[in-house]
Structure formats: structure tokens, C-alpha cells
Antibody
């Protein structure tokens, strides 16, 4: 059975850092592009980052330069290093597998076909 | 960046009746080289992560009931639930995957009347 399990969320002060992890199982992790998507409480969905199976990375302007996505295929794990955190980064962070579409040299155009349950990040003093 | 706009924000439909959600993109998400619309729909029930329902604007994901259908092309799309069931109460989101940054509509909450 396919599973994505996020961890690492918690309370952090503005300007602080946090590292999220996502443990994948039930599929060949190294063959798939992976994403992070976040959702503030009661709000909509926002794409946060992606990493291709070959290691190329993609970010929206709102987090570029502050967040770093990475993967460790030997451990079937996806990570999100979040630095210079702001109150606006408070959200549930979901790990998601890339579905239809593809990640190329300059963009990663995909759906999200499997999602984890999410981990809550709260940025507050 | 492509902005996705959904309407209405919420709708209440009687059991067994049709529900239609609209989604408009700020620019076309139709890729001319393969004639595919890079548009997906998701369902999110309370306390759960989103679930992919439809991709390429009209292709149902495996296991999705056939009462869910997607239509449209270019910039205007719709998700239709032909006969609303109690288990369909959820928030529905459209998403464009034509270009990064990937973006979602604001969501439409579907309730039972």
C-alpha cells in the first residue's frame, strides 16, 4: 500500500528554521517527482516546492531563497528545510507524489496523485 | 503566474441533484502540441488531505465514481457531480499544471440542501 508520512512540524519563532521529512513506501520512490503543498487553517492550497526524480528543484517566489527541498532515495525520504520563517508560513504541510505531467529543465508541471496526512507548522512568538 | 478563479464559493444541492463547479484560468492551459488541457480537480473532505479526482480536464482518476465528470478547454472548466451523494460533501479545488508556479483555485464548498 502506498504511503506518505510527514513529520517534523511544530512551533517555531519568526525568523527560525524547521526541517520537515516525508517517509515514502509502497512505490519506487526514486522514479517519481515529489512535491510539498501547504494549507493554512481554513484556507486553500498553495504549492510550495518540487523536486524531480533527477534532482532538479522548483519553487514559487513566495518561498524561493528561504525553503530548500531535497530527497534521499536510499532512505525513500523527502525533506523541506525552511529558514527565515514568517507568520504567513503557518500551515499544514503536505508531501505529495507527482502524477500526470512532467518535470523538465525549467518547470515541473504535474498533478498530485497521492498525498500524506500533513504536518502542522506554526510560526509564532 | 496563472491565477485560478473558482465559482461559486459554496453551493447547497439536494441529494440526487446535479452540482456544477466552475473554474477559470487567467491564461489558457491548453498545450497546443498535444491538445491537452493541464487542469485537474481535487476533493478534500474535512480533516483529510486532498484527493485527485480528474486530470487532463476530463479524465477520471482510477476508482473515482462516474458521477464525477470534468469538461471545458482553454480557460473555462467545470466539474459536475451528476447525482449528489452524502459522501460528496467536501471542498473541491481546481489546479493548473500548465506552468510553474503550480496554482489552485480558492475552492468550492459543496453541502447538502
Amino acid at each position: 500500500e502506498m504511503q506518505l508520512v510527514e513529520s517534523g512540524g511544530g512551533l517555531v519563532q519568526p525568523g527560525g528554521s524547521l526541517r520537515l521529512s516525508c517517509a515514502a513506501s509502497g512505490f519506487t520512490f526514486s522514479s517519481y517527482d515529489m512535491h510539498w503543498v501547504r494549507q493554512a487553517t481554513g484556507k486553500g492550497l498553495e504549492w510550495v516546492s518540487a523536486i524531480g526524480s533527477a534532482g532538479d528543484t522548483y519553487y514559487p517566489g513566495s518561498v524561493k531563497g528561504r525553503f530548500t527541498i531535497s530527497r534521499e532515495n536510499a532512505k525513500n525520504s523527502l525533506y523541506l528545510q525552511m529558514d527565515s520563517l514568517r507568520a504567513g508560513d503557518t500551515a499544514v504541510y503536505y508531501c505529495a507524489r507527482g502524477g500526470g505531467g512532467y518535470c523538465g529543465s525549467t518547470s515541473c508541471s504535474q498533478t498530485f496523485d497521492y498525498w500524506g496526512q500533513g504536518t502542522l507548522v506554526t510560526v509564532s512568538s | 503566474d496563472i491565477v485560478m478563479t473558482q465559482s461559486p464559493d459554496s453551493l447547497a444541492v439536494s441529494l440526487g441533484e446535479r452540482a456544477t463547479i466552475n473554474c477559470k484560468s487567467s491564461q489558457s492551459v491548453l498545450y497546443s502540441s498535444n491538445n491537452k488541457n493541464y487542469l485537474a480537480w481535487y476533493q478534500q473532505k474535512p480533516g483529510q488531505p486532498p484527493k485527485l479526482l480528474i486530470y487532463w480536464a476530463s479524465t477520471r482518476e482510477s476508482g473515482v465514481p462516474d458521477r464525477f465528470s470534468g469538461s471545458g478547454s482553454g480557460t473555462d472548466f467545470s466539474l459536475t457531480i451528476s447525482s449528489l451523494q452524502a459522501e460528496d460533501v467536501a471542498v473541491y479545488y481546481c489546479q493548473q499544471y500548465y506552468s510553474t508556479p503550480l496554482s489552485f483555485g480558492g475552492g468550492t464548498k459543496v453541502e447538502i440542501k
